[in-house]
């Protein structure tokens, strides 16, 4: 694990392993974090490494909260850094903040007793009541009826192109193309195994279905049944039989599932659909050479002229720990962390809280000081906002951690031709259904 600490006079580093990264920051009192901050320790886990916003977030934290000393941890969010939190969690490593990523995996951590419950926190704070658990679907994810976090980040899903690509094959995408379109540019795009047209085939059935696509309408069953999933699997499996999408035995051979920016950046494919995070390794071109310019484009809709849910996320789950023994402090960290969002951006991070009238500065602080030599920025303000993505927030947590699981599971084995898509929908609707029931 790495550590880099941080006081009022200097900023050490220091390399512990190779896990994560965490800082120490002397912290002090905030004209955004709501109430009178406690004073204490605190030790916050996160995903994001702490060059991409973190570090910067500490540092003005540190100038209003001399009374609180705040140590930030770094994990992997793959299953083994999900693991390691939650063991960690679980066991007798002081934690008192932590973020999550996706609802099952929250939802997971909420039914084993780590979260604290936020619910009259949040309803009682005016700056953060539109989190609040009777104002979900649109805002946050409700688990049972209360609140166990807030989330600090906006993550619509672009998808990310290689210009020069495009411009090579002379190529002009469409306004409000459609999937059948994307398969034709990603077929064009592709060069017999040497590139892929696009990293994988959009999800459209997230797309169509929007919140909650596991479920029924009543959240009572599955949804495997809906002829959508059968659409979805069956071009999934066109698209690697033609060579205009990654194999998935690569995916998991490679497990490119986390890092899936490495075959863009790499030339490797030519289009990505993919949250915002990305951003954060393409402007890093000590890491990551290449040069060409990326273009941002919406996604790709299941049904011409007919609009589709984005399948981004509202995200950054910052939740407190049920063990924590300083909350109060815990809480003022949480405050300010969202209503400071903005320190976040440069990683690839949109506030939830972002103020429309800062929406270009915004865009420029993602794309970073090199964005006109690194990024097609017009497509980018056209993506994330002239197009207003419609983000879904799933609230229906019936069995999610078992259906999630699952669900990962018959997918990978359909498309790695070890199981037929009529079976899938067979087995997944048997199985979603069992655990809807068992959980209801």
């Keep these: 694990m790495t550590t880099t600490s941080f006081s009022r006079r200097t900023a050490l580093k220091m390399a512990a392993g190779a896990t994560g990264a965490a800082f120490l920051a002397a912290c002090g009192k905030s004209n955004g974090a709501g109430g009178g901050g406690g004073g204490g320790v605190l030790n916050v886990w996160g ?12 540092a003005a934290f540190q100038k209003e909260h001399p009374d609180i000393k705040v140590t930030y941890t770094r994990y992997v969010n793959d ?59 649109a805002t946050n994810v409700a688990i049972g009826g209360k609140v166990y976090s807030v989330p600090a980040q906006t993550s619509p899903t672009v998808i990310f192109v290689n210009d020069s690509m495009l411009s090579a094959a002379g190529i002009t995408i469409p306004d409000g193309w459609d ?27 997230r797309y169509t279905i929007g919140p909650n696509y596991f479920y029924s309408e009543d959240g009572k069953s599955s949804s495997f049944g809906q002829p959508i999933w059968r659409q979805y699997l069956e071009l999934a499996l066109a698209m690697q039989a033609d060579g205009s999408a990654l194999p998935q035995r690569t995916i998991k051979a490679e497990k490119l599932e986390t890092f899936v920016h490495g075959p863009l950046l790499t030339g490797r494919v030519a289009m990505l659909p993919a949250q915002l995070f990305v951003l954060r390794y393409a402007s890093d071109l000590k890491e990551f050479p290449h040069d060409f310019k990326i273009r941002a484009v919406p996604n790709p809709v299941p049904v011409k002229g007919k609009e589709a849910w984005n399948d981004g996320a509202i995200g950054d789950h910052i939740s407190i720990s049920a063990k924590s023994e300083n909350q109060e402090a815990a809480w003022t960290f949480v405050k300010y962390c969202m209503m400071n969002g903005n320190y976040m951006i440069k990683g690839g991070r949109l506030p939830s809280l972002l103020d429309p009238a800062k929406q270009s500065q915004a865009v420029a602080d993602l794309l970073g000081p090199d964005r006109d030599k690194l990024y097609d920025v017009a497509s980018f303000e056209k993506a994330l906002f002239q197009s207003a993505p419609k983000i879904p927030i799933d609230t229906v947590t019936t069995g999610a951690v078992e259906i999630d699981t699952m669900y990962t599971k018959l997918h990978d084995e359909v498309l790695l031709g070890q199981r037929s898509v009529d079976d899938f929908v067979t087995q997944a609707t048997r199985e979603a259904d069992k655990a809807i029931k068992a959980a209801g």
């Design 47 to 58: 995903g994001v490494p702490p060059e991409s916003g973190p570090n910067d977030l500490i």
């Design 79 to 137: 299953d083994q850094g999900k693991l390691k939190l939650d063991t960690s969690l679980q066991g007798g490593v002081p934690i008192d903040v932590f973020y999550t990523y996706d609802t099952p995996t929250l939802t997971k951590r909420v039914n084993a007793g780590l979260a604290v419950d936020l619910s009259e926190k949040v309803a009682g704070d005016s700056d953060l009541a539109k989190f609040a658990a009777d104002k979900s679907p």
């Design 179 to 205: 999937v059948n379109e994307y398969h034709d540019v990603a077929r064009r795009l592709s060069k017999a195994g040497k590139v892929f047209g696009s990293f994988k085939t959009p999800p459209i059935h």
